[in-house]
């Protein structure tokens, strides 16, 4: 992966993302979020089949935030509905493009599967499986 | 219940520990926030598939802390200054001398000399402690004393070396009482720059430490000398010495790798 600092750089020339880096680009894609609520929606998103643990998940944020891509949100939660103590998180412009250029990419690779017949001509996308 | 919360509870506190991995700065960042996602996937785990369910959790966090603290330390030490880095890695190579020497007492006193004596250890040792000096000598701006003191340290680890050295190609008395010269001149040489270092307030932190580790090393070496030069049992003494000796550069190596972060240890405290 190229520097994420780059200035203006296109949103193409970060990629590949890390797989543990784009989950969380699209869970914070659904909006504001904290550590353990992104942990959930991958493992839910996935169906189990992909899980980060505490090191991955705060190692990514932290590249992440450095790279501009996600920003702390100010706002700490009521802490009658949550934890104050946790940090929400947010996905930025830059963030939004670079997930959606990875997004591309993915989809590009997956015609270049089904081109080469890997994919069996069909393709089900569902519960986080293709067959 | 009760079981399941102490469950929780060990696993934190477990976690908590396993989180000094990571560098420092990553720690105060997100150690607390890491934390709490523990603690919340714990409890879910427990609810849900109990203490099978935490056990495997701990394979899998285990594996993620393992991996992610060694590319964090990685990332840190690609960020390092020069000088940083050298004191860092002065730092370990003196903790692995205080180690090698704390093996040759066990080994020597405990085990009583089973087998061949890895009398190699000493000028390992020698050579750890001859590079953690020139650590503290790169890390620093000392006043005289504590640049005299260093200097002093560093010629008795150099002595050590060489008289070791001699021993194994030449045998002779001569060798043993300079390398005993060699240790008595580089904790001489400890006591001045800790000296220094507790007077000028030069270290981040534990400025007394060089002064105890030095001061109570020397003290237990002329002791043991002074025991072996009226005909008494030393062996007790030379364990001691040894040990104490091997603790405090373990202690000291501790100090190196600390300190790099303090700008402050660079500047000013030194004048």
């Not at chain 2, 495997?56 to 964090?72: G, K, R, Y």
């Not at chain 2, 840190?76 to 880095?85: D, K, P, R, Y």
């Not at chain 2, 008395?173 to 400890?190: Q, R």
């Amino acid at each position: 992966m190229n520097s994420p600092n780059a200035g203006s750089a296109e949103p193409e020339s970060f990629l590949p993302l890390t797989p543990a880096m784009f989950h969380i680009l699209m869970a914070l894609a659904k909006g504001e979020s904290h550590g353990y609520a992104i942990m959930q929606d991958i493992e839910t998103s996935t169906d189990g089949a992909f899980r980060i643990g505490p090191g991955t998940l705060y190692g990514s944020i932290k590249r992440l935030l450095a790279s501009g891509w996600i920003a702390e949100v100010d706002e700490r939660p009521d802490p009658n509905l949550d934890d104050e103590r946790r940090r929400y998180y947010r996905l930025t412009g830059l963030g939004r493009q670079v997930a959606e250029a990875e997004a591309q990419r993915l989809v590009g690779m997956v015609r270049l599967a089904r081109g080469a017949q890997l994919l069996g001509g069909s393709l089900i996308v569902g519960q986080g499986r293709a067959s | 219940m009760k079981q399941d919360t102490s469950v929780v509870i060990w696993s934190l506190r477990l976690f908590r520990m396993l989180l000094v991995l990571y560098p420092g700065a990553f720690r105060r960042d997100y150690g607390r926030e890491m934390i709490l996602v523990f603690r919340d996937t714990c409890r879910r785990t427990l609810h849900r598939q109990g203490v099978p369910g935490i056990l495997d959790l701990w394979l899998t966090t285990v594996l993620d802390l393992f991996s992610t603290a060694l590319i964090e330390r990685l990332a840190e030490v690609n960020q390092m200054s020069a000088i940083a880095l050298i004191t860092r890695i002065s730092g370990v190579v003196t903790a692995v001398g205080g180690v090698l020497l704390l093996i040759l007492v066990y080994w020597q006193f405990v085990l009583d000399g089973i087998g061949e004596t890895p009398a190699y250890l000493i000028p390992l040792y020698g050579l750890c402690i001859a590079i953690g000096v020139a650590g503290f000598y790169v890390l620093g701006q000392y006043e005289s004393l504590g640049r005299l003191g260093l200097g002093l340290a560093f010629l008795g680890c150099v002595t050590v070396i060489a008289g070791w050295t001699l021993l194994f190609l030449f045998e002779s008395e001569l060798w043993w009482v300079i390398w005993m010269v060699g240790m008595a001149v580089s904790e001489l040489g400890l006591v001045i720059f800790g000296w220094g270092a507790f007077k000028h307030r030069l270290l981040p932190r534990w400025n007394s430490l060089p002064l105890l580790a030095g001061g109570l090393v020397l003290a237990i070496h002329i002791a043991g000398v002074a025991a072996l030069l009226s005909g008494s049992e030393n062996n007790i003494y030379a364990a001691l010495w040894l040990a104490t000796n091997g603790l405090g550069w373990v202690a000291l190596g501790a100090l190196l790798m600390l300190g790099d972060k303090r700008a402050a240890y660079h500047t000013g405290a030194a004048a």
